[in-house]
């Protein structure tokens, strides 16, 4: 029964620390406005990841809170982590080439790896994956057929569960709108 609650325990305690840390170097760097196509590219990918956090938040995910706004948030530390990565690599990729080159590759290689997995990608494994990461057991809800038609959007679910979905015209028109609010009533967005 020990080794449980240390484990707990010492998770806790690093996520603490970690949050202090991520707390303190976001409040040192300063907000960047991307130059080139590689930090522009990042920025639009931190966009629609701050959109899908959005409507997780209106949807309650955090705090068990539905139609939350994020200023109300007890918990925003996933948040931060997300500021912090976005200002670290704009920051560094808008003042050295070199890093912006890696930004680059760093694209050119996702994309690349998510094409590759798709295409080996095969039913028996995405239902075995599907169950091991989500507790969702998907076997005998729709034949492998129709898996090889939509391959793309199985990829999707396997990757990200239902946080693709919330990437989506309908939720982004949700989150736009609530969004042009907050500016209307001179919240920051961030």
């Not at 590219?41 to 939350?68: H, I, N, T």
Request: with cysteine; charged share 30%.
């Amino acid at each position: 029964m020990r080794a449980p609650l240390d484990k707990w325990l010492s998770l806790h305690v690093r996520k603490k620390l970690l949050n202090l840390a991520i707390r303190f170097l976001d409040a040192l760097l300063p907000d960047p406005r991307p130059q080139y196509p590689q930090t522009r590219l990042l920025e639009d990918v931190y966009k629609l990841m701050d959109g899908v956090f959005r409507v997780e938040v209106l949807c309650g995910r955090f705090d068990d809170v539905p139609w939350q706004k994020v200023k109300t948030l007890k918990d925003r530390h996933f948040l931060k982590v997300l500021e912090l990565s976005r200002k670290g690599l704009i920051c560094l990729a808008d003042t050295d080439r070199y890093y912006r080159q890696w930004l680059g590759l760093f694209f050119l290689l996702v994309h690349d790896a998510v094409e590759k997995q798709r295409e080996k990608l095969d039913y028996e494994n995405f239902l075995v994956s599907v169950l091991a990461q989500w507790d969702f057991d998907m076997r005998g809800a729709f034949p492998k057929k129709y898996f090889d038609g939509h391959r793309k959007e199985f990829q999707e679910i396997m990757l990200a569960n239902n946080l693709a979905n919330l990437c989506a015209k309908r939720y982004q028109t949700l989150v736009s709108r609530e969004a042009e609010q907050s500016l209307n009533r001179g919240e920051k967005l961030r």
